[in-house]
């Protein structure tokens, strides 16, 4: 079974600059989400969304983070502008409805 | 959210069971008990969950408390493969506050 995928695996870009992460979730699960992981920290959710639809964007910093996963499949999460305190990990994560999350490797954003 | 309490490392000789602690004294009675882990340079990896009788399956054992205030993670026989950050974390059983909330974990390093 192939696990949750996502693209770039890394990005290096200069700050106010824009940026676009993608994820394609395993097959079958409605339920996806996004985490950014900063150096030490656990990951902290980002936006959640069933099928197309979102259930949780409340740690979603909305005046330059955007996410969407308009035909309830993949997903793409985008910065714009850019700060240097966005450097971090950022992983996708899909579940069915209620079960546990499966993690994707994750995209290493630096901000220079 | 309720928050887990866990020592920030611990250190295991290799082939030896290990035990790894998590209090969560603010737990409510519909929590679920997760446990997630993250080995370097991937994202976390589901390992085991329980509410409230223990739970065992392949990769390791979940040993709650008769009170749900404290749980344990048991590894039986540790290899260096399982030196990673292990997320004990409590997770709502219901649609719309079932987010996972991690916190910084337990570093496991394990010892040749």
């Known amino acids: 079974e192939a696990g949750v995928a996502q693209s770039p695996r890394y990005k290096i870009i200069e700050k106010r600059q824009s940026v676009a992460f993608w994820c394609n979730p395993i097959s079958g699960h409605a339920t996806l989400y996004w985490y950014q992981q900063i150096l030490g920290q656990g990951p902290k959710l980002l936006i959640q969304?069933?099928?197309?639809?979102?259930?949780?964007d409340s740690q979603l910093p909305k005046d330059r983070f955007s996410a969407e996963r308009l035909k309830g499949v993949d997903s793409t999460l985008k910065i714009q502008p850019a700060k240097l305190e966005d450097s971090a990990v950022y992983l996708c994560a899909s579940s069915f409805v209620l079960r546990e999350q499966f993690f994707g490797p994750g995209t290493r954003l630096t901000v220079l | 959210d309720a928050k887990t309490t866990q020592p920030n490392s611990m250190e295991s000789n290799e082939e030896e069971p290990v035990h790894l602690p998590c209090n969560h004294s603010?737990?409510?009675?519909?929590?679920?008990i997760h446990w997630y882990r993250q080995l370097p340079s991937q994202g976390p990896e589901y390992v085991i969950h329980?509410?409230?009788s223990n739970v065992n399956n392949r990769m390791a054992s979940l040993a709650i408390a008769e009170d749900r205030k404290s749980s344990t993670l048991i590894l039986h026989r540790a290899t260096l493969r399982d030196a990673a950050v292990y997320y004990c974390i409590l997770r709502g059983a219901n649609f719309g506050n079932e987010k996972l909330t991690f916190g910084t974990g337990t570093r496991l390093t394990i010892i040749p």
């Open positions: 969304f069933q099928n197309n639809g979102v259930v949780d």
């Open positions: 329980g509410l409230t």
């Open positions: 603010t737990i409510s009675g519909t929590d679920y």
